[in-house]
Nanobody, 111 residues
Framework: QVQLAETGGGLVQAGGSLRLSCVVS????????MGWYRQAPDKQRELVAH???????LYGDHVKGRFTISRDNAKNTVYLQMDSLRPEDTAVYFC?????WGQGTQVTVSS
């Protein structure tokens, strides 16, 4: 059974940084893609960043140049480094592995 555990959310001022982590257990992490998504109140869940098994990355337009996704296959972990945070980045952030979602971690950016 695949399980995901996200950590790293919190409250930060605009312009600050946070790093999210997502540890995957029970699945073949190294050969599969991973993704980070977010959902703000009253909005649809949207793609933030995606990383393939070989390390190619894709970002949503709203985070390009500010967020960086990476992975450590030895630790079964995917990271999301978030810099230059804005109030509009406030949301619950989820990682996704195959068809399994993490429980989400709250990121709040104050102005």
């Amino acid at each position: 059974q695949v399980q995901l555990a996200e950590t790293g959310g919190g409250l930060v001022q605009a312009g600050g940084s946070l790093r999210l982590s997502c540890v995957v257990s029970g699945g073949l992490f190294s050969i599969n893609d991973m993704g980070w998504y977010r959902q703000a109140p009253d909005k649809q869940r949207e793609l933030v960043a995606h990383i393939t098994a070989d390390g190619s990355t894709l970002y949503g337009d709203h985070v390009k140049g500010r967020f960086t996704i990476s992975r450590d296959n030895a630790k079964n972990t995917v990271y999301l480094q978030m810099d230059s945070l804005r109030p509009e980045d406030t949301a619950v952030y989820f990682c996704k592995f195959l068809r399994t979602w993490g429980q989400g971690t709250q990121v709040t950016v104050s102005s």
